[in-house]
């Protein structure tokens, strides 16, 4: 049971360049989120997705897109990385519960130059 | 007004004291509170969640609510330097769909 796993761990990309940021949790759950951690900011929600099929804007969704490929998969795509996204990348994952927590994967260090 | 604002310290004790954190929300709608440990490099991890007003204790933890002050506290008894992290306060939103975070207090536990 890997809980929730991302890929890459780390990145870097030149102004302008595309990339996908993968997630999938084996946990059942059906809720999905995607996270940007910035110094001082704290985490601010990027997109969501309550259910296979479904996804809504969070806090900070411009520049930003995304995928619910399935029930255990949600991917975030930059198409043309800016060096403002530059962050830390949190996907994370829970059950319907109102007092179910969110289960957060490693994380994605990009840097945009 | 963001939806969660926590001090964001750094916040120091000596091994043993309690450390108190604070948290306050601006959505009267919230029904769910959650506590998060993050250390640095790692990602979040849940302490505690509390949705009733008072207390309630976990081990060394103790978070409280007072739903009519809109305030949220977490309080780590006989504190110890691995706990030293950032704690994160998160609201569930009154639709049950997306969490609001709190930028996070530093602590740091002095042997």
């Known amino acids: 049971n890997a809980g929730v796993t991302q890929t890459p761990k780390f990145q870097v990309l030149k102004t302008g360049q595309s990339m996908t940021l993968q997630c999938a949790q084996d946990?059942?759950?059906?809720?999905m989120y995607w996270y940007r951690q910035d110094p001082g900011m704290g985490l601010r929600l990027i997109y969501y997705s309550a259910s296979e099929g479904t996804t809504d804007k969070g806090e900070v969704p411009n520049g930003y897109n995304v995928s619910r490929l399935n029930k255990r998969e949600f991917s975030l795509r930059l198409e043309s990385a800016a060096p403002s996204q530059t962050s830390v990348y949190f996907c994370a994952s829970r059950s319907d519960s109102s007092t179910d927590t969110q289960y957060f994967g490693p994380g994605t260090r990009l840097t945009v130059l | 007004q963001k939806e969660v604002e926590q001090n964001s310290g750094p916040l120091s004790v000596p091994e043993g004291a309690i450390a108190s954190l604070n948290c306050t929300y601006s959505d009267r709608g919230s029904q769910s509170f959650f506590w998060y440990r993050q250390y640095s490099g790692k990602s979040p991890e849940l302490i505690m969640f509390i949705y009733s007003n008072g207390d309630k204790e976990d081990g060394r933890f103790t978070a409280q609510l007072n739903k009519a002050s809109q305030y949220v506290s977490l309080l780590i008894r006989d504190s110890q330097p691995s706990d030293s992290a950032t704690y994160l306060c998160a609201v569930l939103s009154n639709t049950g769909n997306q969490f609001y975070f709190g930028t996070g207090t530093s602590l740091t536990v002095i042997p």
């Open positions: 946990m059942n759950h059906n809720s």
